[in-house]
T-cell receptor, first 111, second 112 residues
Framework: ELKVEQNPLFLSMQEGKNYTIYCNYSTTSDRLYWYRQDPGKSLESLFVLLSNGAVKQEGRLMASLDTKARLSTLHITAAVHDLSATYFCAVVKGGADGLTFGKGTHLIIQP | EAGVVQSPRYKIIEKKQPVAFWCNPISGHNTLYWYRQNLGQGPELLIRYENEEAVDDSQLPKDRFSAERLKGVDSTLKIQPAELGDSAVYLC??????????FGPGTRLTVT
């Protein structure tokens, strides 16, 4: 059974600081996704990571994938209040399989 | 390009009543998914369709849940009868030739 663990589950941080969210998964996966969800809203795709060593960056967010360690990280640089949201990682075994999600990291960025 | 469309956005029903949710995926997307998201949790897959065929319904509680995608485009998810524990957000997603999975706005179901 494919399992996904995120940590931390809750994170409160100050604007301007850097931090990293970790995502571990239990078995071999074809690719890894990061999503953002604002309260009461649906999921917004941030990144899709396809291969070992993949790194993608968008603004203050950077995601990386280590398939050997079954680990992905989402790094936040110089956090701003607008990045407050819940961040989910998800993996898929292969093909068009449904996603298996972690529990999410609830991120609060305080001025 | 229009995104994934779902209706209704909110639904409040009493337990033991039936309820149905509708989803229209992004045009041209052959793969459609229904997920359920409980409060404070990540979404969990209920069923996946390839065109009109349900290719993975292993997580669908078949005693009370049913789904259909008759013409391989829009889809309906039904619960009959609803239980208190069914209160959740029901999300529809679709994917096309690439790897992106696009989610709709969801239907928030409250069973009283």
């Amino acid at each position: 059974e494919l399992k996904v663990e995120q940590n931390p589950l809750f994170l409160s941080m100050q604007e301007g600081k850097n931090y990293t969210i970790y995502c571990n998964y239990s078995t071999t996966s074809d690719r890894l996704y990061w999503y953002r969800q604002d309260p009461g809203k649906s999921l917004e795709s941030l990144f899709v990571l396809l291969s070992n060593g993949a790194v993608k960056q968008e603004g203050r967010l950077m995601a990386s994938l280590d398939t050997k360690a079954r680990l992905s990280t989402l790094h936040i640089t110089a956090a701003v209040h607008d990045l407050s949201a819940t961040y989910f990682c998800a993996v898929v075994k292969g093909g068009a399989d449904g996603l298996t999600f972690g529990k999410g990291t609830h991120l609060i960025i305080q001025p | 390009e229009a995104g994934v469309v779902q209706s209704p956005r909110y639904k409040i029903i009493e337990k033991k009543q039936p309820v149905a949710f509708w989803c229209n995926p992004i045009s041209g997307h052959n793969t459609l998914y229904w997920y359920r998201q409980n409060l404070g949790q990540g979404p969990e897959l209920l069923i996946r369709y390839e065109n009109e065929e349900a290719v993975d319904d292993s997580q669908l509680p078949k005693d009370r849940f049913s789904a259909e995608r008759l013409k391989g485009v829009d889809s309906t998810l039904k619960i009959q009868p609803a239980e208190l524990g069914d209160s959740a957000v029901y999300l529809c997603a679709s994917t096309g030739p690439g790897y992106e999975q696009y989610f709709g706005p969801g239907t928030r179901l409250t069973v009283t």
